[in-house]
């Protein structure tokens, strides 16, 4: 069970007053959620931070009924623009009669647009694209209202599937997986290779690269250096090729799979490359660079050997720290006997850094197993000890598969959820598109100006809770209550000055208002009687 409110403000006040971290701070509540979908499966893929003070999520779904509409047929790319309290501004949907997916990519753009990739393996509705029946890769630039402003396909006539876009002034660069051997992916090494294209503003090819062996390798995200050049992670099967020498892990007649770190500079030549693992299997599913140089990468690892200490049973989330130069810092294992993944990661000014991921384990490094598969977010120091950490979710299937920091030093996740319990209040269908917005920790209660006052009557509460709010009566406000072990039990949006809240479904205790206003966070307690 978690901490109190009070004993978290006093950990807060110590990590933010040059006192050392507590072995293990209590964290953050959920400031608000939402959960979108129809009846059919939707997830969010990721999520970027829009000039607005809002977000844009993609992903996928399947449903055209709900909160979905223009589905043209199996499953197509969703993005969802969202204000800054995470309602909803508009949907849309992009694809064409058979199978689209957005696997980890939605970036605004400087313009005002944003550019979304996927695969596609449609011939129709939005998708203009010649070429084979394999996915092909889909990049997508799209206006601020979400109207397309022009589409690319990349590729080659196997199966290409894009992970991740970085984006730069004079165009893109994107990464992905692909078994073509022509086209945008002429020099394939093997099985499947790790394929670079970089494009101009408009989508068109001004060099594309295939990395790789003889088995299968791949890459998922791709970063910029603030050193120069691109961090690209991922894996490799291989021992050959660009991987001459390169992977110590590399076992016959059955390779095993490997994390695979690489670096190239503006024209996609190798700076260096390491593998990252043991003897069992690795992946690598996002990166990030440090202020300090060091870059962080997380995935999965079911080893215990090699450059794996600690695994804790099942398959453990991980963390890998190289320099700069690509030389190990260290690595750590996370979870419990279970199954457990770390998916996305966001480094801090601090030095810390926050990782989201899943966890079926009930043991270990999880204290609160809420049922199912639950989102697991963990912060953890700059060497790699955990902080705090906290489940997310209900008693079905709760995923993380993004994050992206907040305005306010804060973090928002999406991922998808079957639950409609815990911290949900809701599900639409098979399972639903959710974002998460934790509150702030690094800072105090009022985190930001001087906000107004807050008052909370009568207390104890027995049926409606009245509040009041000591600013502009016009702010449209978003508040939370939660309770002490920091599960939101209710949200809501409503007008500033005074509202009243039904709390007579909460249990008898002690509650926390939560009110986010312009000028910042507020948090007051009250009782249910």
């Known amino acids: 069970m978690r901490c109190p409110l009070l004993i978290a403000v006093a950990a807060l006040l110590m990590s933010t007053s040059g006192f050392p971290y507590l072995a293990a701070q209590t964290p953050p509540t959920i400031l608000w959620q939402f959960n979108y979908g129809g009846s059919m499966h939707d997830a969010g893929h990721c999520i970027s931070p829009t000039s607005d003070g809002g977000y844009v999520i ?3 779904t399947d449903s055209n009924d709900g909160d979905i509409s223009g589905h043209h047929g199996l499953s ?30 939605i970036h605004a753009t400087s313009d005002g647009g944003y550019i979304i990739g996927g695969s596609t393996s449609s011939f129709d509705g939005d998708v203009e694209c010649p070429g084979s029946n394999g996915p092909r890769i889909w990049l997508v ?45 002429v020099g394939n090494h093997g ?19 295939c990395y790789g062996g003889s088995q299968s390798d791949g890459g998922l995200r791709v970063i910029a250096s603030n050193a120069g050049g691109s961090i690209i992670v991922g894996q490799t099967s291989s021992n050959d090729g660009d991987l001459v020498g390169n992977n110590p892990y590399y076992a016959e007649p059955v390779p095993s799979t490997t994390g695979w770190v690489m670096k190239v500079d503006a024209e996609g030549d190798i700076i260096w490359q390491r593998c990252v693992g043991g003897l069992g299997n690795e992946f690598l599913y996002d990166v990030k660079e440090a202020q300090d140089g060091s870059i962080w990468a997380v995935g999965y690892t079911n080893s215990n050997n090699g450059d794996v200490t600690g695994n804790q049973g099942g398959g453990d989330a991980w963390i890998v720290k190289l320099n700069g130069a690509g030389e190990l810092i260290g690595t750590k294992c996370f979870g419990g006997t279970a199954h457990d993944r770390f998916g996305g990661i966001n480094v801090l000014p601090s030095g810390n850094a926050i990782v989201v991921g899943r966890t079926i384990s009930a043991d270990g490094d999880i204290s609160d197993p809420l049922g199912g598969l639950d989102v697991w977010v963990v912060c953890v120091s700059s060497d790699l000890e955990v902080i705090w950490q906290r489940t997310m979710g209900g ?21 998808y959820s079957q639950s409609s319990d815990g911290d949900l209040t809701g599900n639409h ?12 920790w690094e800072v105090g209660i009022a985190e930001h100006g001087t906000p107004q006052a807050l008052h909370l009557y009568p207390s104890p509460v027995q049926d409606l809770l009245q509040v009041e709010w000591e600013g502009p009566h016009a702010a449209v ?9 920091g599960r939101a039990v209710a949200q809501g949006r409503s007008a500033g000055g005074r509202w009243s809240v039904p709390v007579a ?25």
């Not at 099985?191 to 690269?209: F, Q």
């Not at 269908?429 to 509150?439: F, N, P, Q, R, S």
Request: with cysteine; glycine share 12%.
């Open 141 to 185: 630039k799209l206006e601020s209202n979400g109207e397309i402003e022009w589409q690319r396909c990349l590729g080659g006539s196997g199966f290409d599937i894009l992970y991740s876009i970085l984006t730069f002034e004079d165009g893109f660069l994107i990464c992905a997986s692909s078994t073509s051997s022509d086209g945008d992916a």
């Open 76 to 105: 197509d790319i969703w993005v969802i623009k969202l204000q800054g309290d995470g309602s909803m501004d508009w949907q849309r949907c992009y694809g064409g009669s058979e199978w689209e997916e957005n696997v980890a990519v």
């Open 191 to 209: 099985l499947s290779d790790m394929l670079l294209v970089k494009t101009d503003n408009a989508g068109n090819t001004i060099w594309s690269r």
């Open 477 to 485: 406000l978003h508040w939370t209550i939660v309770d002490l072990t």
């Open 505 to 529: 479904h909460l249990a008898p205790g002690t509650y926390v208002m939560r009110v986010l206003t312009p000028e910042g966070l507020l948090a007051q307690r009250f009782m249910r009687g």
């Open 429 to 440: 269908g098979e399972a639903d598109v959710w974002v998460v917005k934790l509150a702030p």
């Open 58 to 60: 993609a992903g996928r």
């Open 395 to 415: 008693s079905t299937n709760d995923l993380a598969e993004g994050i992206a920091p907040a305005s306010d030093g804060s973090v928002v996740i999406t991922g």
